[in-house]
DNA sequence: CAGAACAAGATTGTTAACAAGATTGTCAAC
DNA sequence: GTTGACAATCTTGTTAACAATCTTGTTCTG
C-alpha cells in the first residue's frame, strides 16, 4: 500500500490546504533553488496531489507563475517550468541593470542600522551555506540577497518586480551557467554592504551595476546552448 | 426592450469569445482611459455577460488583474477596481524613475529611424486628440507613449512591467490629479523625442526624469485624499 | 518489415450545480 | 421609534462531472 504515488498526499493536522498565492511560493522557492529545472512538466493531477488542493487553486497558481514568465503554459498541452531562451535571458539582465542599481541608491540614503545588520547577517548565512557545501541553500541565499536590498527599500512595487526577475534569473543560471560555484558573489556582496554602511550610494551604485554583469558575464549566451530545440540537438551531437 | 442593461452582452458574430488575455486588456484599456474609476465593484456575473464568457474565464482574468495591482480581490467580497493608497502611489513613481531613464536612454542608442518616426506619430496623435477636446483618447494616448518607448527597446520584460506602471498611474492620476488638463506633457513628450532623435541619451533621461517628477507633482499626495475611509469622510464632512 | 490509420488512455478546458459567506430588507420586542 | 435578531437574496468559492484535445500504443496493410 506504500507506493512512490503517495509521497505527500496528506500532510500534518497544522499544514491546511495552502492557498494558491502559498502554492506560488514554494514554486518560486522551488525554481530559485534549482530543484525544478527548466522543462519540468508540471500537470495538474500531480501538482493536486502535492499540495493537497483542487484542481481549482493549481490552474490559479499555475496562471500566475505563467503571468510572471516562471512557467511556460500552452493550450491544452499543459504546464512546465519556463525556459528562457537568450534574448529573454539578455532582457531579465537588462531589467535588473535598469532597476537594482537605483534600489541600493535608495537603500543607502535610507536605511536604518537595523536594516543594514539584517543584511549582514544575510551576507554571514550566505557564507555559511558556502562554507558547508550546501549548494542549494548557497544558490537560492544568494539570490534572496538582492531580494532582501529591494525589500530595505519598503518599496513593494520594486520588491515585487525584483521577485520576479531574480527568480527568472535562477532558472537562466541553471540553464546558461558556465561555473558551477559563482564564489566571486559573496565577496562583491559584501562590498555592496560596505557601501551602504558608508552612505556611499555612488559606490554601491557602481558595486551592483558590476555585480551584475559579473553574474551575466558568466553566462554562456553566445550560440548552441539549450534552448528550443533540446532534443534535437542532443540527440543530432549524440549520434 | 432595449434597455441599459443589454449595453454589450451579444456581439456581432465575428467577435468570438475572447480570451481572460484579451479581457485583461480591455480593463486595462479602460482603465488607462478612466472609465472604471477605482473602487468600481466589478461582480462575475455583470463581466460575465459584459464579455459574453462563462465565469472561469471571468475570475481568470480578475486573478492576473488582481496580481498586477489593477484590481482588488477580497475573500469572499469580489473584486473592485483597485484604489491606491498614498504610500503606493509614492512607489509607483518611484519605480518609474527608476525604470524610464534606463529605457530612454536604450531607445537614444539603438532605435532605428522608424521608430523615432513612430513616436512622432503618436505624439501628432496625442495632439489632434488635445486639440479635439477628446479626454478620453488624449488620456490614454499620453500613457501609450511611455508604453511605446518601452516598446521600441524591444525588451518585453521591461514593456511589460512598464504596462503595469502606466497602467496603474493611471488610478493615481484619477485620484490624486489637481490640475484637470495636464496639456504640459505633450510639450515635454516633443522634448524627449527631439533629445533621441538627436541619440542624446544623457538629455533623454534628465528630460524624461523632469517628466516624471512633473506628472508626480501635479498629484496631491498630502493628506486626506481619497483612500481607504472614502464614505467616512465624505459622510463626515457634509453633516 | 515499414508506415499509416486507428483506438485507448491520459490530460486539459469547460460547464453546471452546490455550498458557504455576505449584504440587505423585514419584523418583532423593548 | 429605535434596536436587535432573523430571513431572503445575491455573490463568491468549491466540487464534480463532462467534453475536447493530445499522446501513446496497437494493429492492419502494402
Redesign the pocket.
Known sequence: MVNSADRAPERTAAET?P??QQIVERIYAAVMEQRLPPRT??????LCESFG?????V??A?LLLASQGIVD???????AVASPGRKEARDVFEARLALEPSIVRQVANRARPADLDALARHIAMEAASRNRRNRRDAIRLSGEFHLRLAETTGNAVLARMLRELVTRSSLIIGLFGTSGSPHCEEHEHAGILEALRRRDGDRAETLIRAHIMHIEADLDLSAASRAEPDLLSILGAAK
Open positions: 490546504a492557498s494558491e512538466r508540471l500537470t495538474e493531477s500531480m488542493v483542487g484542481r481549482m487553486r490552474r490559479r499555475l503554459l500552452h493550450s491544452n498541452k499543459g504546464a
